[in-house]
């Protein structure tokens, strides 16, 4: 009975532990979702003067297709995908619900895709369905380390563009919802095509003085062009890595509630075990003292000889 009460102890212990593991994790893991969603709405004010500057930029010139169809791109040709997943796991079903999504959409587009991995569990389903990869980021794992990925990555697609002439770039990642909950999206990143033009040059500008892009549109649209993808990168990148935390989040809070049944188990168990060590305890002293002789257990006291 000592040896399962002990054995009992030991588990007790080990849960314990195994708790505040969790426990500390689970803290990580809520404050990386509010840096990360932090940064995501702080680039929504830069999103939107990036946005403006475009119009003005449209609204001066006749919209044209860039990036595509002036370099000869047609829908059929080559495909650039940059798919964010994670290089850590403890994040349920985050790594297939990107990847399957991004399998799916690419298979239905015409033309030959070729995948940008960020992440080595994302980058790993990816390779067994047959995607073709050409390179494996790894996961930023703070939200400065956000801007040196965002770079790589688009070195990466302007060096492959110019040599693969890839007529089209999508971005694939995991958008947070409300709680812990996530959604796999895209974006198509090229090419930027005359509607998109048209939608920018429609947006008003907030006052009444309009602006006048100055020294001619040509370098000013190509550095406002730049920053727009950069944009849309650090804010895939962010919800991503957003999505992620709440997905870790939500699984240590089913391991946090799963350690408490098991040490609410555990010591009910313990508590049995002890309360019948105890009565078993109690039965061999009554039933000693039954045995006595009845002379003895009048009088109220042992025998000399049962006293050593």
Known sequence: MSETTAS?????SSAGDLQSVVRTMKALAASGIGQYEKSVRALADYYRTVELGLGACFRESEPADL???RRGHSDAGAIGAVVFGSDQGLVGQFNEAVADYAIKTLAALPGNPQVWAVGERVHARLSDAGLPLIALFAVPNSVKAITALVGQIQIEIEAHRAKAGYARVYVFHNRPQSGALYEPVSQRLL??????QQDLAKVRWPTGNLPEVMRGSAGTLRALIGEYLFISLFRACAESLASEHASRLAAMERAERNIGELLENLHGIFHRLRQR???EELF???SGYEALPEETREAGSVPEAGRH
Do not use: G, T
């Open 8 to 12: 009992l102890r030991r588990k007790i």
């Open 67 to 69: 990036m595509a169809e």
């Open 191 to 196: 090419p930027l095509d005359a509607r998109w």
């Open 277 to 279: 060590s105890i009565d």
């Open 284 to 286: 061999d002293v009554i």
